[in-house]
């Protein structure tokens, strides 16, 4: 009799050791979210007191809070390109913002491998819904030659400088929008972050990568008529409004009255953007078999009435966008991924933008082919022993150029470097001094000689981006 009752109940036994065996051997969905100009400080995991960032505060605490990872450099396009290529900006094609006619950015060139590419081949529904700034539509850098099934965003960075634009890319199909200096009546932040949850509505049965480039809270500081959130914040902040230009002709970046607020609000909806996402992700049952990641492209920036320092955006470290000192390129990474990363955990491992190219292709089961600097993180995410870096490098293209080090708990940064490539490096202990205050390169000739022969090793010459030939700086 008991022999029977095992015998009917096998077949549930067998069907539910195949259904988990099934369900561990899925390839996992990858949702990339990157915020614009968003500092280390600017979220309350890492330090910040004056905005409220319950929802990115909560994955944080849910899943695993990186305390040293680092962009691909210091403004949006390399950094960009250096996530995009799994190489750092001494290798990747893209080094700077450099704009083309009639829009957009330098492209990246035709056989570039990147992570979409990469992705796609492995089986996976591609999307990007954001800004791109890494070649126009039509060019080998357009997104749908890159990789990407499916864009819509801002093609070109110059023109996300607006939250009101006139017209966004659905692939290669222009979208014409109402707005005009006038009359702002589509808030393009919300317009991308409705499309992003479509995608994943459409592809939620099936393995998807999806990189959403938000532009908050990158200058403009631009919110919609009304915003709850900018109003919580004038209240909260005591704020009186700045003298603003009577009328914005269109160029640069629109004045904003309240400057603090209009940034916390910016942070704010941002926050909200990305717990909308995970509540989407838990609802539709795919919360096991996801990885979110949360990133910035680079350090705060001061553009647009923007104070930095009121927020402590760059959490004590010095620095800000532009710079190559940790406040420039240290910035929030944060992952989660429920019954795969433990919740709770700090990792102080030392990683880069150029790490996710091998680590995406790693979860999806395919090698690359192509030479990269980075290595895969999977282990740490799965709080196993992690590969460590010997280094890391990032070179700047703007003032005159700088190029820094990593090694260790050593930072070396060299300022002025098109001018003067063997010029002198300035030295960190990171361990004892994050802050960078004390510069120690005469005490360790050694290590500042290391760090200038990899300097030297690492930066590869780009027709497209020169450095130590431009003659223009």
Request: proline share 6%; net charge neutral.
């Amino acid at each position: 009799m008991k022999f029977k009752w095992l015998l009917s109940f096998l077949p549930v036994l067998l069907a539910g050791f195949y259904s988990t065996s099934k369900a561990q051997q899925k390839k996992p969905n990858i949702i990339l979210i990157l915020a614009d100009d968003l500092g280390l400080g600017d979220l309350g995991v890492y330090g910040q007191q004056k905005i409220k960032t319950p929802n990115l505060d909560r994955l944080a605490k849910d899943g695993l809070q990186f305390n040293q990872f680092y962009t691909g450099t210091s403004v949006c396009a390399p950094s960009r390109s250096s996530l995009m290529t799994g190489q750092h900006t001494g290798h990747t094609p893209i080094r700077g913002n450099k704009a083309t006619q009639p829009e957009g950015q330098w492209p990246l060139p035709e056989g570039t491998v990147t992570i979409a590419g990469i992705m796609k081949k492995a089986g996976y529904t591609t999307g990007d819904f954001g800004k791109w700034g890494l070649g126009f539509v039509g060019t080998s850098g357009d997104p749908n030659q890159q990789g990407f099934d499916e864009f819509y965003g801002y093609n070109c960075q110059s023109l996300a400088h607006n939250y009101f634009p006139e017209h966004l890319w659905h692939n290669s199909s222009k979208v014409s929008l109402p707005n005009t200096i006038t009359n702002q009546t589509v808030y393009a932040a919300q317009l991308i972050h409705d499309k992003a949850q479509q995608f994943i509505q459409k592809n939620s049965k099936q393995p998807f990568f999806l990189f959403i480039s938000y532009t908050l809270p990158h200058a403009a500081l631009q919110l919609p008529a009304n915003d709850s959130l900018l109003a919580y914040y004038i209240k909260a902040f005591d704020e009186k409004p700045v003298t603003v230009a009577s009328q914005w002709q269109g160029k640069g970046y629109q004045p904003q009255a309240y400057p603090h607020a209009a940034y916390a609000a910016m942070v704010g909806r941002l926050d909200q953007y990305v717990g909308e996402v995970r509540k989407q992700v838990e609802a539709l049952g795919i919360a096991d078999n996801t990885l979110i990641l949360f990133a910035s492209d680079n350090g705060p920036h001061k553009e647009g009435g923007n104070d930095p320092l009121f927020f402590n955006s760059s959490a004590g470290l010095k620095g800000v966008k532009r710079d190559l000192y940790e406040g420039g390129v240290r910035t929030p990474f944060i992952a989660w991924w429920p019954g795969t990363i433990k919740a709770g955990r700090r990792s102080d491992f030392t990683g880069a933008f150029w790490d996710l190219l091998p680590t995406f292709a790693d979860l999806a089961g395919v090698k690359v082919a192509s030479r990269v600097d980075g290595i895969s993180i999977v282990p740490e995410l799965r709080n196993q022993p992690q590969k460590k870096h010997e280094y890391l490098y990032w070179e700047f293209h703007e003032q005159g150029g700088k190029q820094a080090v990593r090694i260790g708990d050593w930072k070396g940064i060299r300022l002025n470097a098109m001018a003067r490539p063997d010029g002198p490096i300035e030295l960190y202990d990171l361990r004892s001094d994050p802050a960078e205050k004390h510069n120690q390169a005469t005490a360790h000739p050694d290590v500042t000689a290391r760090i200038a022969d990899i300097m030297k090793k690492e930066h590869v010459e780009n027709e497209d981006f020169p450095f130590f030939h431009n003659t223009k700086n």
